[in-house]
């Protein structure tokens, strides 16, 4: 694929779902700008994804903390790139129950998956709506649609992106800029590992796990075709529909059945 000149910029792209959409992208011409927090996975994911004949710009950044998004933005804006396409992929949770789970994780997780979010969100939407086009991914989860206990904290967040992300979407729908939430489900990613979740009877199954380049594939089209949304996987698409339709205290109930640890019999 000729190199479209046009870059993207994806973070949380060194593994699962964002190395999957970066790859992607690679193969699509786009020019690419990556950040994590680890600047060796960085340098390793760069140079497989130059094979695309691509240029890769890695920027170690820790979207933990709010202000390195601000930074991510000012780097970028410095070197003079203009970011076609923004992919807020970088996002963690933390599993347990709430009221024994460590209250400084869980507000550095709001900062990763909202705050950050929304500040490179703000920063490059100004951006394209200013020029009339661009593009923005942000990953949701079918969480978002679901109270989850275990994982309260998490599935609070993703229902702010996914809300934030349809309540910015009209405000933009005039100017040439799209805004696509993708909701996946359980997924064979890191992300579980990080939670501490491996106790969990939600991940127990790998066979029942999401490929994440079926998922990546899922929302890169969504995002090319310039839809809302989509919940990636037929099971996940059946569960979200199912849970507009039984009341909140059930659907809240079912999570918490299907994601006690394995050794609950309570």
Not at 80 to 100: H, R, S, W
Not at 172 to 179: P, R
Request: net charge negative.
């Amino acid at each position: 694929m000729e190199n479209s000149g046009k870059y993207a910029l994806i973070t949380g792209a060194t593994s699962g779902i964002g190395l999957e959409l970066a790859k992607l992208f690679a193969k699509d011409g786009f020019n690419l700008i990556i950040t994590a927090r680890d600047v060796a996975e960085l340098d390793a994911t760069s140079t497989l994804l130059r094979a695309e004949g691509v240029e890769v710009w890695p920027i170690a950044k820790d979207l933990f903390d709010r202000e390195q998004a601000f930074g991510l933005y000012a780097d970028i804006k410095q070197k003079g790139i203009e970011v076609e396409i923004l992919v807020n992929n970088a996002g963690q949770g933390v599993y347990g129950q709430f009221d024994q789970t460590d209250i400084d994780r869980e507000l550095r997780i709001i900062d990763l998956n909202i705050a950050s979010l929304v500040v490179l969100t703000k920063c490059f939407l100004t951006d394209m709506v200013s020029r009339g086009s661009g593009r923005i991914l942000n990953l949701a989860s079918i969480a978002s649609k679901l109270p989850g206990p275990w994982q309260a904290v998490y599935h609070g967040t993703k229902a702010f992106v996914l809300s934030f992300s349809e309540a910015v979407r009209e405000e933009t729908k005039d100017t040439g800029v799209t805004i696509t939430a993708l909701m996946p489900g359980v997924t064979d990613t890191d992300f579980f590992n990080k939670a501490d979740m491996q106790d969990s009877k939600a991940v127990q199954d790998e066979d029942d796990m999401a490929d994440p380049a079926e998922v990546a594939r899922d929302g890169y089209d969504a995002l090319m075709s310039g839809k809302d949304k989509v919940v990636s996987g037929l099971k996940n698409k059946v569960q979200v529909a199912m849970s507009a339709i039984i009341p909140d205290s059930a659907v809240a109930h079912q999570m918490n059945e299907q994601q006690k640890p394995v050794h609950d019999n309570s």
